[in-house]
């Protein structure tokens, strides 16, 4: 039982290692938010799709019922702007939180930076890309049915309702107008509340043409960031992807789901895009249509044609003119998202020990809270978890010693029957007789693996709160380790890790032949190799435990004392010793 739980361990670790490595991207360059302008020039234009990716492209146009035909197939109109401003500008909105920059051409968002989050040359994470090609749409881009009308709102300079906004405790609101000679009105009001909703800006769209109102669909063509996660936790990052949340079920959409079908239409409780630590999604309230376009970017982000950017666009069609429609733009954080809507945690995607990671999370972050050091309070829920399972591998440590001490025993039973073909019925007296021993001499065979059975679910749990958790992004430990989600620059940590789990593999007991203990002998060697680029936080938690297994199976070992040596009594001498006791039982009665 030793054996299968020790092997069932090893595959399970190496399935997620195999996993991660084929099926993860790398992770792409930051980008450096300082570039993060309102372009006023043209911009290098991005090489027209071809193969799979014009044919998407081709899906997604038809999708929209044309709405954005090429502006040169367009009629241009003589309109004349009666309300709009004159010259291109810039409104900053300052939150404690955020730094949104808009632009009042097209009344766009062209900056959305992070303050409490960086990118790894230390400054405010961008996850709105400025760096683009003009062709690109940025968030709150307004398409119409007609292509010229589109246009027209894409270059329209909007007068904006404040030249910036500082908000602190108090909401806001910036507004932007537009109108001109032929009938064409639009107006975009965002709305924020920083105290409350530190991520979430509200949107309410009004567009009409000569009197009519229209329903206009949003586009962002690049998603979160414009690219993969920058944390540099290889190979735990992702591509992003899309993501929506409908009939009490998440659905994420890697490249490969979006190419079979880009387009959903149902009531969504949330719907956009996200990666590994970032979402930008709407929190619509009616049913809405959403269009995904993968794409690769190669003129931005210091993106060759080698070596593409892969980005996820969206659009969004909702059911009339968006009014009041929450957006979220900023991090996967449990207790962020879940005062913006109970349901938006679930975009974090905790795994099948979910109801073991979110306490596990919550008691981490309690920890942080007095002792200021994710690392340290790592430390410190490893020792508190395994003090909690202090029990369990002691009864665990106990029945394997019994089975070790019984082995002489069982070896002799099997040696008997070893001949037998394992068809042959014969070999049933072999298990009746292994039976009979267990029941004589009061051991469970079961008892040694089930209570280290029941600690694996902790184990992965664990496993999935510091491989998706954005608190140990960037979270530092001590000297070297500066980033708990990136893997140990010196690898000092794994190969402690490797040399306790060879400890601890000699000093517990082993029902084993001598063969086989030296090949398990090798697990530590595989698990310090796995280990090597996985992230810091995971492997601290896995020091710790096998460091207090360690101290735990020295405490044991003194408590059930030194092996105790037994002889093989031949089976003969076995029954008639049986038979003495009974009668022996019954003299006495």
């Not at 500082?166 to 064409?184: A, K, M, N, Q, T």
Request: aromatic residues 10%; proline residues 7%; glycine residues 6%.
């Amino acid at each position: 039982m030793e054996k299968r739980v020790l092997l069932a361990v090893f595959l399970s670790f190496l399935v997620l290692f195999v996993y991660q490595s084929l099926f993860i991207q790398p992770e792409t360059p930051p980008m450096d938010p300082d570039r993060a302008q309102v372009s006023t020039t043209t911009a290098s234009q991005s090489p027209p799709p071809s193969g799979s990716e014009a044919q998407r492209e081709k899906s997604f146009s038809e999708t929209l019922s044309n709405k954005s035909q090429a502006v040169s197939e367009a009629e241009y109109s003589s309109a004349t702007p009666t309300v709009a401003d004159s010259q291109i500008r810039e409104i900053v909105v300052e939150t404690p939180n955020v730094r949104a920059v808009f632009a009042n051409r097209g009344a766009k968002l062209t900056s959305w930076l992070l303050k409490d989050y960086f990118d790894e040359e230390g400054k405010p994470l961008e996850l709105v890309s400025a760096d683009l090609p003009d062709d690109l749409a940025r968030p709150f881009s307004l398409v119409l049915e007609d292509a010229e009308l589109t246009r027209r709102l894409d270059e329209a300079l909007f007068v904006a309702s404040h030249d910036g906004l500082e908000l602190r405790d108090e909401p806001g609101l910036l507004s932007f107008e537009y109108e001109d000679s032929e009938g064409l009105r639009a107006r975009k009001d965002f709305h924020f509340e920083p105290e409350r909703l530190p991520y979430v800006v509200t949107f309410t769209a009004d567009v009409k043409n000569g009197g009519q109102s229209l329903n206009p669909t949003l586009r962002w063509d690049t998603g979160v960031g414009g690219a993969s996660d920058t944390s540099g936790s290889t190979p735990y990052s992702e591509v992003p992807q899309g993501i929506f949340y409908s009939n009490g079920e998440v659905s994420r959409l890697d490249r490969g789901d979006v190419e079979e079908k880009d387009t959903y239409e149902e009531k969504f409780r949330f719907v956009g895009v996200d990666d590994h630590y970032f979402i930008a999604v709407a929190l619509p309230e009616e049913s809405t249509e959403v269009v995904f376009l993968p794409r690769d970017l190669t003129a931005s982000l210091g993106a060759t044609e080698e070596e593409p950017i892969p980005v996820i666009g969206h659009t969004l069609t909702f059911a009339k003119p968006p009014v009041g429609v929450r957006h979220f733009f900023g991090p996967k954080e449990f207790g962020v998202l879940g005062l913006v809507d109970q349901e938006l945690v679930r975009a974090i995607d905790f795994g099948w020990f979910s109801f073991l990671v979110v306490p596990l999370l919550r008691a981490l972050k309690w920890i942080y809270g007095y002792v200021g050091n994710y690392g340290w309070s790592i430390v410190i829920l490893t020792i508190l978890l395994n003090a909690v399972m202090f029990p369990l591998r002691h009864k665990s440590v106990v029945s394997m010693r019994k089975m070790q001490e019984l082995q002489p025993d069982v070896k002799a039973i099997q040696n008997r029957y070893s001949k037998l073909k394992a068809t042959d019925p014969a070999r049933q007296k072999m298990n009746s007789e292994l039976m009979a021993l267990y029941r004589e001499r009061g051991v469970n065979p079961a008892s040694g693996c089930m209570p280290m059975l029941l600690t694996m679910p902790v184990l992965f749990a664990f496993y999935s709160l510091l491989a998706v958790s954005i608190e140990i992004r960037g979270a530092p430990f001590v000297l070297w380790i500066t980033n708990l989600a990136q893997h140990d620059p010196m690898y000092v940590t794994p190969i402690l890790m490797g040399m306790t789990m060879v400890i601890q593999q000699r000093m517990t007991p082993s029902t084993a032949d001598p063969m086989q203990q030296k090949i398990m002998m090798f697990m530590p060697v595989m698990f310090t190799f796995m280990f090597l680029w996985a992230p810091s936080g995971l492997v601290l938690y896995w020091l710790i435990s096998n460091i207090w297994a360690v101290g735990q199976q020295y405490i044991t070992n003194k408590i059930i004392g030194p092996t105790e040596a037994r002889t093989v009594r031949p089976p003969a001498e076995r029954r008639l010793k049986r038979v003495g006791s009974g009668q022996t039982a019954k003299t006495k009665k």
